[in-house]
């Protein structure tokens, strides 16, 4: 017995370190490896472990895990800043997008019920899917990525009272004998809610507090793995799902002084139960059908794609998105996720759904989350290329109103030059190339332009030959340089402002006769120094000394720099020439020499 249990583990671990980090570098993700992984081990294949739904129903403790973790990032504060964009939008899409597969499932022939479970199952994303694809291509903090975000976090809250709601949908067994079984569980199942939330709240703190105090990782790792079992298994005696247990935990906990250990203690046991569960979900998963019944999987894959990219195309509209964000997030979220998995299986346990449909339908899903990579990259790339074309939308022409001022791109930089414009009341113009950030600064009431700032016709439009300053604001060191050489050229009265994101950028905009240059990051850095040395003890204006004497010797530098541009050797010659000079003149500086000398622990250091 324990050497099969130990054979069993070893072929579970050996296929996921052969198989998953090669999806991981094709850029599929981690579970479509486990996904994998499971269907060559199982019986679809190898059948190197035949009891695959005894490992499927151990290794759901990787979902209990995985919604007491999400529990835990759910902090009330964090809920509230996202509340319009999760909750508004968020069900908002949940909505249109359950009713649209829900139809499609009740026209296939499905009672009312179960066409319900299966849209809102197979409306679901893969959030770790989403979230590698969006942090792969910094795309996180964009808007979209955020939308996307916010959705899929929706969609995890909104999977927790689906789960419970479930086994009540398979009452008829139930009502065989009359109402009083059926409302003692709906008692039974409120009473160990009501325990849960109650105790919780009371109980958590001091455990974790008794724990803590021991100053054992093995006892606090235990407590953590306690409350979550125990949570579920609460939930599960009370004919609920052990996973809304866990969530519940994982809420009560997410604003405790704990909770940062408690999601590092309980991460390797989610992440190799999670991945457990996706083999788990594989070896399920019967493939054979893609050689049966081709052409019904296929249209079936085709079927969930389309529909939910058309049910997210509508709900980005009718939230007052644009049609290059719609685009995006339908093809970002058309795949089903791990939740519809952990759905569907509830559903089949419970009567509701058939266990061949459920197979069928896993299959399903399984190949959506394989289109999405491909397609997501595909978009991309056909994005870019349309946003290249002039003609694929004509810059907007500004108002002929003279401003002042020209601010090229508006990203976080330019923004806040705006910001303070605009409360200065001094007309501006921007001018920005990204089609989507225009649309997203113009809702909050910002004047920007979608435009080119280095054409000269759109310059001439915007009222560069009546403006007094030009701000490069932008961030691309080539896109900024083409405008300042042709503003330059054309319009010579123009005072060139520029952003520089390094001291490369520098360089080139110092070539390019642009004398007013700021560093993004060097006053900030600068700031937070000063602020280091005074916590240090040292008095706020000799701080400032210190630090105006390195900005004077750093210009100085940089100047120096420029004359040997391109050669690096005399480059690196100069700056080591700045650094030996930069200690000299601190070491002249003899008040704050011996200020720092005298701080403790300096001595000993220097002696």
Excluded at 62 to 74: C, D, K, Q, R, T
């Amino acid at each position: 017995m324990a050497i099969d249990l130990l054979v069993n583990a070893l072929i579970f671990l050996a296929a996921a370190v052969l198989i998953v980090p090669v999806f991981k570098r094709l850029g599929l993700g981690e579970v479509l490896g486990y996904l994998a992984a499971g269907v060559v081990i199982g019986p679809s294949l190898l059948a190197l472990v035949p009891d695959a739904e005894g490992v499927l129903q151990f290794s759901q403790v990787g979902i209990v895990f995985l919604l007491f973790v999400i529990g835990l990032e759910l902090k009330p504060a964090r809920l509230k800043v996202m509340r319009k964009a999760v909750f508004g939008f968020g069900s908002l899409q949940v909505t249109v997008t359950t009713a649209l597969l829900a139809l499609a499932a009740w026209w296939l022939g499905l009672p009312p019920a179960a066409a319900l479970v299966v849209g809102f199952s197979l409306g679901l994303c893969s959030t770790p899917l989403v979230l590698h694809l969006l942090g792969e291509r910094r795309e996180l903090s964009t808007r979209h990525g955020r939308h996307a975000f916010a959705l899929l976090l929706f969609q995890d809250l909104a999977a927790i009272p689906v789960l419970a709601v479930i086994p009540i949908l398979a009452a008829e067994a139930l009502l065989a004998d009359g109402a009083a079984p059926l409302v003692r569980e709906v008692i039974l199942a409120a009473g160990a809610f009501a325990a849960l939330i109650i105790g919780g709240r009371y109980l958590l703190r001091p455990v974790f507090h008794y724990a803590a105090a021991t100053r054992s990782r093995e006892v606090f790792a235990a407590t953590t793995l306690l409350v979550v079992i125990g949570a579920a298994m609460l939930m599960d005696l009370a004919g609920l799902s052990m996973a809304l247990g866990a969530f519940i935990a994982g809420v009560l906990l997410a604003d405790s002084e704990y909770r940062h250990s408690i999601e590092a203690d309980i991460e390797p046991f989610r992440g190799l139960l999670l991945g457990l569960f996706f083999m788990a979900v594989g070896m399920m998963a019967e493939i054979g059908l893609l050689a049966i019944m081709p052409l019904t999987v296929l249209g079936l894959t085709l079927g969930l794609v389309l529909l939910k990219g058309l049910s997210l195309v509508i709900a980005t509209r009718l939230y007052g998105g644009g049609w290059r964000e719609g685009a995006r997030l339908a093809v970002l979220l058309s795949q089903g996720g791990e939740f519809g998995f952990v759905l569907l299986a509830a559903a089949a346990g419970a009567a509701v759904l058939d266990q061949a449909l459920v197979n069928l339908l896993i299959l399903v899903v399984s190949l959506s989350m394989a289109t999405t990579p491909l397609l997501y990259r595909l978009l991309t790339v056909a994005l870019k290329r349309w946003a290249s074309r002039p003609a694929a939308r004509g810059y907007d022409r500004p108002d002929d109103e003279a401003p002042q001022i020209l601010i090229a791109g508006f990203g976080r930089f330019g923004q806040i030059m705006g910001r303070a414009l605009q409360g200065l009341k001094i007309p501006y113009t921007v001018l920005d190339i990204n089609a989507d950030q225009v649309e997203f600064v113009r809702r909050y009431g910002n004047k920007v332009h979608y435009g080119d700032a280095s054409r000269l016709d759109l310059l001439e439009v915007a009222g560069a030959d009546r403006a007094r300053v030009l701000v490069v604001a932008v961030g691309d060191p080539e896109a900024s340089m083409r405008i300042v050489e042709r503003v330059k050229r054309r319009f010579p009265h123009l005072t060139i402002y520029a952003r520089a994101r390094n001291r490369y950028h520098a360089h080139l905009l110092m070539r390019g006769g642009v004398t007013h240059i700021v560093r993004e990051l060097l006053p900030a850095s600068l700031e937070l120094t000063r602020d280091a040395l005074v916590g240090l003890g040292i008095p706020r204006d000799r701080a400032q000394h210190t630090i105006d004497t390195f900005r004077e010797h750093d210009e100085d530098a940089l100047l120096r720099q420029l004359e040997v541009f391109g050669n690096e050797t005399k480059l690196i010659q100069t700056i080591q020439e700045a650094a030996r000079e930069l200690e000299t003149l601190y070491e002249a500086d003899e008040e704050i020499t011996t200020r720092l000398e005298e701080l403790p622990g300096r001595g000993e250091a220097s002696g």
